[in-house]
């Protein structure tokens, strides 16, 4: 069993859909992490969290350190939305990332 | 402020050759991890350094290498090259000393082995 889970694997959605992608963890954190990959490789950081919530634009990131769960919601989701979403977790003092397989989300106008 | 450079984007090498691939983080980081992604296991940790000293390494075999000069820019050398390590290599740096601070990742070098 992989230490990040994430669901689902693959997401389509028409523009303007709210989109909740999830990420389950089984190893304690310091932080969580949420990226995203465009076609092409680059990878950018959207949230890095350790408790509660944050929002960015029509990004939200939660976390619930108890159940070792945490989502990503996108508001009014946009065509330009499409990359895949990875979630990431980083441990103590283990100055490393274990990454989920990714989301690929296809948001089609 | 110029991102992370990784250099080159894109090798091709042929078994049983080596490969250095460099990355230079943003000015003021000091950590700067390496990461290899493939279709099949996805995003995995290589190792990450910070001031010159590695101070984690994931689960590859000793024919992957990497250092930091005092600039703090990384190289990563693989020695012996196979057909499995055709990937995505991204190196990260981030400003503090652990990855509870947000990493900043390079463009990617494309390695293919044939």
């Known amino acids: 069993k992989n230490e990040v889970e994430q669901s689902p694997q693959n997401l389509t959605a028409q523009e303007g859909e709210f989109i909740t992608i999830n990420c389950s963890y089984s190893v304690g954190i310091s932080a969580l992490h949420w990226l995203q990959q465009h076609p092409g490789g680059g990878i950018v950081s959207l949230f890095m969290l350790s408790s509660g919530k944050k929002k960015h634009g029509r990004l939200i990131a939660t976390i619930n350190i108890q159940e070792k769960h945490s989502s990503l919601h996108i508001t009014a989701s946009h065509p330009r939305d499409s990359a895949v979403y990875i979630c990431a977790v980083s441990g103590g003092s283990n100055y490393k990332l274990t990454f989920g397989k990714g989301t690929l989300l296809t948001v089609n106008p | 402020k110029a991102g992370v450079t990784q250099t080159p984007r894109y090798l091709i090498k042929t078994r049983g050759q080596q490969v250095t691939l460099s990355c230079s983080p943003i000015?003021?980081?000091?950590?700067v991890s390496w990461y290899q992604q493939t279709p099949g296991q996805g995003l995995q940790f290589l190792f990450e350094?910070?001031?010159?000293?590695?101070?984690n390494k994931g689960n590859f075999p000793g024919r992957f290498s990497g250092r930091q000069f005092s600039n703090s820019r990384s190289e990563m050398n693989v020695s012996t090259l196979e057909l499995g390590d055709s990937a995505l290599y991204l190196c990260a740096s981030s400003l503090a000393d652990s990855t509870e601070n947000i990493q900043y990742f390079g463009a990617g070098t494309r390695l293919s082995v044939l």
């Open positions: 000015s003021g980081h000091r950590s």
């Open positions: 350094y910070f001031s010159e000293t590695q101070r």
